[in-house]
């Protein structure tokens, strides 16, 4: 079965960097479109960024020049990597695998937390 696996989060100051990543079985990663998600408490989960199997690049517009979602396929993995962070930036980081050349997701890992502090 296919299983997402993502480490990375922990606490951070306000423009500190963090980088996540995920390490996923069950699928061809090499085949598939993977991105990113966050929820905040109380909020809905939101995109953040996706790669495509060409490695295309593309961003929720608040985290362009940021963010950059970048990806391993030689060792099924994913990243994130995340500078300039800000206090509105804690999250619960999902990975998933996206269905097609969409950003709809098939599939959840179980999330890393993010907290950034002012």
């Known amino acids: 079965q296919v299983q997402l696996v993502e480490s990375g989060g922990g606490l951070v100051q306000a423009g500190g960097s963090l980088r996540l990543s995920c390490a996923a079985s069950?699928?061809?990663?090499?085949?598939?479109?993977m991105g990113w998600y966050r929820q905040a408490p109380g909020k809905e989960r939101d995109f953040v960024a996706a790669?495509?199997?060409?490695?295309?690049?593309f961003y929720a517009d608040s985290m362009e020049g940021r963010f950059t979602i970048s990806r391993d396929n030689a060792k099924s993995t994913l990243y994130l990597q995340m500078n300039s962070l800000k206090v509105e930036d804690t999250a619960m980081y999902y990975c998933?695998?996206?269905?097609?050349?969409?950003?709809?997701?098939?599939?959840w890992g179980q999330g890393t937390q993010v907290t950034v502090s002012s």
């Open positions: 069950g699928i061809i990663f090499s085949s598939n479109g």
């Open positions: 790669i495509s199997p060409g490695g295309s690049t």
């Open positions: 998933a695998v996206l269905r097609g050349a969409t950003v709809a997701a098939d599939f």
